[in-house]
């Protein structure tokens, strides 16, 4: 089991930057993936990045903004955002699957202003 726990989130002016972490209770094998994703109000919620050992994809909607990362040595997940839009703001989870069980954090608000 792995408890996953957010931080970095605030309110930021359009086209400001954030820097998310996710940490990780415990060592996850490089070879699990791990994930950012983002639920708005009212609305469902959906993939922004999945990061795994070799690669990493974007959802359209981030491409070029956002940049995830993660250091397995200090057991930690980022999601560096820049030039904000109002349309980003939302609760933002991470997520690892270890086996046939996903693990999710409890979330950050981003919340970006005009």
């Known amino acids: 089991q792995v408890q996953l726990v957010e931080s970095g989130g605030g309110v930021v002016q359009a086209g400001g930057s954030l820097r998310l972490s996710c940490a990780a209770s415990?060592?996850?094998?490089?070879?699990?993936?791990m994930y950012w994703y983002r639920q708005a109000p009212g609305k469902s919620r959906d993939l922004v990045a999945v990061?795994?050992?070799?690669?990493?994809n974007y959802a359209d909607s981030v491409k070029g903004r956002f940049t995830a990362s993660r250091d397995n040595a200090k057991n930690t997940l980022y999601l560096q955002m820049n030039s904000l839009k109002l349309e980003d703001t939302a609760v933002y989870y991470c997520?690892?699957?270890?086996?046939?069980?996903?693990?999710w954090g409890q979330g950050t608000q981003v919340t970006v202003s005009s």
């Open positions: 997520k690892t699957k270890w086996g046939y069980t996903d693990y």
């Open positions: 415990r060592s996850i094998p490089s070879i699990n993936p």
């Open positions: 990061i795994s050992s070799s690669t990493t």
